[in-house]
Antibody, heavy 120, light 110 residues
Framework: QVQLVQSGAEVKKPGASVKVSCKAS????????IHWVRQAPGQRLEWMGL????????RHSQKFQGRVTITRDTSATTVYMEMSSLKSEDTAVFYC?????????????WGQGALVTVSS | QTVVTQEPSFSVSPGGTVTLTCGLT?????????SSWYQQTPGQAPRTLIY???ARSSGVPDRFSGSILGNKAALTITGAQADDESVYYC??????????FGGGTKLTVL
């Protein structure tokens, strides 16, 4: 069965970077895009960006452009999201999600989420 | 910048019907936005309910339905149950490999 398993909770200091992983299994990794979604405590979902697992091409929301790097390791069937220059406002749960194939443009499977806490 | 709008909150009686909407601050939502809907309960990852405007995701009860109503995407819950009490998010595909979520609607069943 399809699974997206994310790395565990992290605590970081302001100005640091964090790298969250999303391990995919149960399907052919390179045939689906993986997206990242941020959710600050009590706040809405925010689409951050995506990676085409086949060719590594990425696209980011303008809000996160330049501060977020999405990469993938095809041999490990894992996607990574790295955010730099962390601020306290970046405290959030980060979800990875698989975009379904075809032209329907939606997410059919989600990771369990990874809490990143930014605190001095 | 165009923002995706949703009602902040809504209330429905058990067994009742409620329609949540998803609009744009500029323009109309049509099928070309491939609207999708997600249900989220506290501490949980979102669950996919509806995609491509009106298609139900696998395992979703048929009391959840999607549509376009006027210039907005809509999610209708018919025969609301207590465990439908959640936050519902719409998501729109804006073209050019860009997606945007709405602000979410907190649904209370009472």
């Amino acid at each position: 069965q399809v699974q997206l398993v994310q790395s565990g909770a992290e605590v970081k200091k302001p100005g640091a970077s964090v790298k969250v992983s999303c391990k995919a299994s149960g399907y052919t990794f390179s045939t689906y895009a993986i997206h990242w979604v941020r959710q600050a405590p009590g706040q809405r979902l925010e689409w951050m960006g995506l990676i085409n697992a086949a060719n590594g091409n990425t696209r980011h929301s303008q809000k996160f452009q330049g501060r977020v790097t999405i990469t993938r390791d095809t041999s490990a069937t894992t996607v990574y999201m790295e955010m730099s220059s962390l601020k306290s406002e970046d405290t959030a749960v980060f979800y990875c999600a698989r975009e379904t194939r075809g032209s329907y443009r939606y997410f059919d499977y989600w990771g369990q989420g990874a809490l990143v806490t930014v605190s001095s | 910048q165009t923002v995706v709008t949703q009602e902040p909150s809504f209330s429905v009686s058990p067994g009742g019907t409620v329609t949540l909407t998803c609009g744009l601050t500029s323009g109309s939502v049509s099928t070309t936005y491939y609207s999708s809907w997600y249900q989220q309960t506290p501490g949980q990852a979102p669950r996919t309910l509806i995609y491509n405007t009106n298609a139900r995701s696998s395992g979703v009860p048929d009391r959840f339905s999607g549509s376009i109503l006027g210039n907005k995407a809509a999610l209708t819950i018919t025969g609301a149950q207590a465990d439908d009490e959640s936050v519902y998010y719409c998501m729109l595909y804006m073209g050019g490999d860009l997606w945007v979520f709405g602000g979410g609607t907190k649904l209370t069943v009472l």
